[in-house]
């Protein structure tokens, strides 16, 4: 079959209003379950699953992937406007969304995001589309001792991400390293600072640790001080994100894709590291570099680009492998398989139609996203004129539905508490949390790779520097290091 | 506060820390079963590599502190608050209501907490708009119970007095 | 003692007033826990099964997550719950077998729960790479003897786990837990790749977690563990290579409920299950998955994973698998 009938059978598939319509629906529920924190882009595909069963397939696969990928932009709905990440993916967002906000410009923050997140989007199908066989063939080569040095080399975001005071950064980044060696232990089954507790057992739940540290200690600050925000102009986000704005970023939004397709495509790291990292890197190369942390647009724009990035690129390994790259596309494997479908190489030749069919909705989702997204934004932007002192126990409240939920744990309701009150504290020191969070995530990642490893080699470090890629990546860590260490020795020296 | 005493502040203890990981808490609460064959693949290595470089950060910390030679406080620094002793009591009164909630949620059920918090919280962070606070506080743990348990199909604690439908 | 016989006389006790007084049960939504992940094997089987269920109960089934620990975290919530028949389990192999017979420091064991059904059993198969030049289940114990061979698990007390050595074991390997290395890894998905790039040499799980890898040419099928072949895996099953005491490994989902549970309460989960497990559409979903639908009443359950249960365990200890501390 030549490109032109698989593209024709493709259309013969898509080629119907039910199958747009179910993309539509699809974005929508999942722009509005990525926007409430605490359900998450996940929890919006999982809900969404069972009703696919009696679906088309195609029809079924491009309702779930509209949800996905509405999900990811949804989180940064909250994100700028209440502090609180909607999805993991969106906690980058944060770090100069907010700020935004709380300067009136929650309207301009929001343009950024859903452009940032369509142009994205659009660049990781298209990668998608072109690359899958390549970027995939790639991705099987990660093996343990590829992650470790690829993870170790995403550490150095932290340095990125630290604000003031690298020592404070480096400091905060230990406490989560700590935090998350909670739970049983990967390779022996051990418990781990569990105490006998069951709850503890399977680690803290990531998403309350999410929001305990950005969205809790708002409202304790609030407790602390109820009139702080009087003076400030918040109120009203009726600015919007102008072509000046998108043009200035989009060198940034397109790093930030690139980097999200391949971060996307190697299974096992998700949406947020991507995000950090694309953040981290518009941050290095910025002009504005000062302002980062501070309500940078540029900022807002890089790590939508480096969330949404993902979404198309986590498709690769999946259909050209059959291997999820993260939580959602496992959810979305279930989908092709109880259609009886495989994904893998042979889909490539059996289901060719269905492939390109998925081409094509894939590409009409960028600008369904831009469209949902534009009304949401619409939408949502009433939050940032509720009065703060009733919006806060909202979130409050918010917060405790939504951490329940992920897990249907009261426990995990605790943790965000207690996560609270540290992130608060942290606060009031001085001490960034962003790379608490990082930390949090990437140290298992980084302590399971390095074990999984020893365990292959029979414990020989050697294999840490087994194959280009890791020696890639050590050479990329250390000349990044190295670049950290000269200019916060020549930021000192002049100091001094 | 100057960057120099935060640092030697926050150096001490994360010092102390390292050494209370170090010493205490990871022999006591992190377990490894006795037939380990490496070093490096028990489930102690990571624990003490991060206490290790705990105490490396802390000990940076403290000798930023000595050697920096400025003493400048933080520009930004929130003076003496207006209020004295006022604020503290707050931070309790929040503390004290997390607490509350915690024992409260799997009790008297999800929305009921959640309304009494909402209330308590308007009130603690002496809100203007009182009557519209109330208002809120009985209507947005309804929308989100009927969102999250109807919508979603998430099983929302109903605790044992008034189940809601 | 005298303690004990006291409680079970007041839980029996409580059991009856509670039996009497729920003429009616179901009269509210009930609680139904999934102790695994979104997108795995038990999750899909059992919300596959709320549709047709739901209909038999004549209320609504509330379906809940709660993942962590191997399946640890979910089932310690039914295990705390109130024996009345509103919070009940999906219980799978690994959390209801697999991981009593391994973990001592597990917080709960089997005799905490009442079981009132298995409905599903999952075959499972053994894969390898087709350029790893391991062609038969000989091939992979000789590769064993020479050294360097490892397999993959989605985790310690995972049905991976356990299979790998028990296979290994089976085939004559003397002391397989020194003589093949486990990787393990983080979930199902994660084991299968670990396959597929190279990091581990072989892998045993469910065979609908390899299916669609065999059906695309990245795995090679050595054997099923069923007596019965498997459609799509071109492989001998354990019967075939004269390893029957394998048939013995095998996955499966059921349904439990806290101890205390009532007996009217178990029957009645008994006839629901009965009219659920009828259901066109519920039967070919998971057949298309490649599992083998085989409804137990609540005594066959129960003895059921007894036997699997006291066959892992005998095994563990032989091997010296157990985790302590």
């Known amino acids: 079959m030549s490109l032109m009938d698989s593209l024709a059978a493709g259309l013969s598939l898509v080629g119907n209003v039910e199958a747009f319509f179910m993309l539509f629906c699809g974005l929508v529920i999942g722009v509005i379950g990525g926007a409430i924190p605490g359900l998450s882009a996940t929890m919006a595909v999982a809900l969404t699953l069972p009703f696919t069963f009696s679906m088309a397939p195609i029809n079924g696969i491009l309702l779930l992937l509209g949800v996905y990928k509405g999900g990811i932009f949804g989180g940064s709905i909250p994100a700028i406007l209440i502090k609180t990440p909607g999805t993991p993916a969106s906690s980058a967002t944060i770090l100069d969304g907010h700020p935004m906000a709380e300067r009136g410009e929650a309207g301009r923050a929001l343009g950024m995001a859903l452009y940032a997140s369509c142009t994205a989007d659009a660049v990781s199908n298209l990668a998608l589309i072109l690359f899958a066989g390549w970027l995939a063939s790639f991705a099987l080569n990660f093996g343990p001792p590829e992650f470790f040095a690829l993870i170790l080399f995403s550490l150095t975001i932290i340095a990125g991400v630290s604000g003031e005071s690298l020592l404070r950064g480096a400091l905060s980044a230990l406490a989560g390293l700590l935090l998350a060696t909670v739970g049983l232990d990967l390779v022996y089954g051990t418990n781990r600072f569990t105490f006998g507790d069951p709850n503890m057992m399977g680690g803290l739940n990531f998403i309350a640790v999410l929001i305990g540290l950005f969205a809790i200690p708002e409202i304790i600050a609030m407790a602390w001080n109820p009139v702080a925000h009087l003076g400030r102009a918040r109120a009203l986000g009726k600015t919007r994100c102008t072509l000046a704005d998108y043009l200035g970023s989009f060198k940034s939004i397109i790093r930030g894709s690139m980097i999200g397709v391949f971060l996307g495509s190697i299974p096992g790291i998700g949406a947020a590291p991507s995000a950090f990292l694309s953040y981290s890197e518009a941050r290095r190369t910025s002009k504005n570099k000062a302002n980062f942390g501070k309500g940078e647009i540029e900022g807002v724009a890089a790590s939508e680009a480096g969330n949404n990035g993902v979404a198309g690129a986590t498709l690769i390994p999946l259909l050209a492998l ?8 496992a959810i979305i494997i279930g989908a092709f398989m109880v259609h009886g479908l495989q994904p893998g190489p042979m889909m490539f030749i059996l289901n060719v139609d269905i492939i390109y069919g998925l081409f094509i909705g894939l590409i009409v989702s960028s600008v369904f996203l831009l469209i949902v997204g534009s009304v949401a934004i619409r939408g949502f932007r009433f939050v940032a004129d509720v009065p703060k002192r009733i919006l806060m126990p909202a979130v409050l409240i918010l917060c405790i539905y939504g951490v329940f939920a992920v897990n249907n744990n009261i426990f995990d309701v605790g943790v965000m508490f207690v996560m609270g009150w540290l992130g608060y504290i942290m606060m009031r020191n001085r001490i960034p949390a962003a790379p608490f969070l990082i930390a949090f995530i990437l140290g298992p990642l980084l302590e399971d790779n390095f074990r999984q490893s020893m365990l292959m080699s029979g414990s020989d470090p050697l294999i840490l520097f087994r194959g280009p890629i890791t020696w890639f990546f050590w050479l990329l860590t250390g000349v990044t290091v190295l670049a950290i260490t000269r200019s916060t020795l020549r930021k000192r020296v002049p100091l001094s | 506060m100057s960057e120099k005493s935060l640092h030697l502040r926050l150096g001490i203890f994360m010092s102390l820390f390292a050494l209370f990981l170090v ?14 064959g490496k070093i490096v693949l028990s489930p102690l290595f990571w624990p003490y590599v991060l206490a290790g470089l705990a105490g490396i950060v802390g000990l940076a910390l403290i000798a930023n502190a000595l050697t920096s030679a400025q003493d400048t406080p933080f520009e930004d620094e929130e003076t003496e608050h207006p209020e004295g002793a006022a604020p503290w009591m707050r931070l309790g009164a929040l503390a004290v209501i997390m607490v509350l909630v915690m024992f409260g949620l799997p009790r008297l059920g999800m929305v009921w907490t959640a309304m009494l918090a909402f209330a308590a919280c308007a009130f603690l962070f002496r809100t203007r708009h009182p009557i519209l606070a109330l208002v809120c506080a009985v209507v947005v743990p309804l929308l989100l119970y009927a969102f999250f348990a109807h919508v979603a199909g998430v099983a929302i604690p109903q605790g044992n007095l008034v189940r809601l439908p | 003692m005298k303690l004990r016989t006291l409680g079970s006389v007041l839980a029996l006790g409580v059991g009856l007033i509670a039996g009497t007084a729920m003429a009616e049960y179901p009269e509210r939504p009930i609680n139904m826990i999934i102790p695994y992940g979104a997108g795995g094997a038990t999750d899909i089987s059992a919300r596959t099964i709320a549709e047709p269920l739901g209909t038999a109960v004549g209320q609504a089934l509330v379906m809940a997550n709660v993942t962590g620990a191997g399946g640890a975290t979910g089932s310690v919530a039914v295990q705390n719950a109130n024996p009345d028949g509103y919070t009940m389990l999906f219980a799978r192999v690994g959390s209801h077998s697999v991981n009593p017979a391994m973990k001592a420091t597990l917080p709960y064991t089997l005799d905490d729960f009442r079981f009132v059904t298995v409905y599903e059993i999952n075959p499972v198969a053994c894969a390898v790479r087709p350029d790893s030049g391991i062609d038969s289940m000989e091939d992979l114990v000789a590769k064993v003897a020479e050294g360097g061979v490892s397999y993959s698990s989605s985790g310690v007390g995972s049905l991976l786990h356990l299979a790998g050595a028990m296979v290994l074991s089976e085939f004559g390997v003397e002391d397989p837990l020194t003589q093949a290395t486990h990787i393990p890894q983080q979930g199902g998905g994660a084991a299968a790749t670990a396959v597929l790039n190279g990091t581990a040499t072989f892998i045993c799980t469910n065979s609908s977690a390899l299916a669609s890898f065999v059906a695309n040419g990245q795995l090679k099928p050595l054997m099923v563990t069923t007596a019965e072949p498997v459609v799509g895996f071109d492989a001998p099953t354990a019967n075939d290579l004269g390893k029957p005491a394998l048939n013995k490994l095998v996955g499966w989902t059921g349904i439990a409920g806290p101890d205390g549970l009532p007996d009217d309460v178990a029957a009645k989960w008994g006839e629901w299950m009965a009219a659920a497990t009828q259901d066109e559409t519920f039967r070919t979903t998971m057949e298309a998955r490649g599992s083998v639908i ?31 501390g």
């Open chain 1, 322 to 329: 059959g291997v999820p790259g993260d939580v959602i596309t």
């Open chain 2, 23 to 36: 010493l205490y808490a990871i022999p006591s609460f992190v377990f490894a079963p006795s037939n380990v």
């Open chain 3, 294 to 324: 085989e409804l137990m009443d609540p005594e066959t359950a129960n003895a059921f994973i007894l036997e699997q249960y006291n066959t892992f365990k005998a095994l563990v200890d032989q091997l010296g698998m157990r985790i302590e």
